[in-house]
Nanobody, 124 residues
Framework: QVQLAEFGGGLVQTGGSLRLSCAAS????????MGWFRQAPGKEREFVAA????????YYADSVKGRFTISRDNAKNTVYLQMNSLKPEDTAVYYCAAQKLWDNIRNAGQYDYWGQGTQVTVSS
């Protein structure tokens, strides 16, 4: 069992930045692929970014490529999402998730563990 907890959400103006953190506890963190997803009101949960256990494989949704950066620190059992040049359409609850493989990483159903989410609101 892996427990995940997200931190760092908040209210920011268009063009601003936020850094989300996801702290993991339980089973060894460094074996898991970590993903970030988001869900806006009335919309389905969508993939944002993923990073494999070593950080050697990283993948972004087209909507955030060039603005968001995912990273991890296995010594701290933490994965990060640096979000720059934020837009109102980035407003959502952001979730981190973990899976044991690097498998169909854009599909939320492939992830075994989820955090409770953190709200990000970008004002125009």
């Amino acid at each position: 069992q892996v427990q995940l907890a997200e931190f760092g959400g908040g209210l920011v103006q268009t063009g601003g930045s936020l850094r989300l953190s996801c702290a993991a506890s339980g089973r060894p963190f460094n074996i898991y692929t970590m993903g970030w997803f988001r869900q806006a009101p009335g919309k389905e949960r969508e993939f944002v970014a993923a990073i494999n256990w070593s950080g050697g494989n990283i993948y972004y949704a087209d909507s955030v490529k060039g603005r968001f950066t995912i990273s991890r620190d296995n010594a701290k059992n933490t994965v990060y999402l640096q979000m720059n040049s934020l837009k109102p359409e980035d407003t959502a609850v952001y979730y981190c998730a973990a899976q044991k493989l690097w498998d169909n990483i854009r599909n939320a159903g492939q992830y075994d563990y989820w955090g409770q989410g953190t709200q990000v609101t970008v004002s125009s």
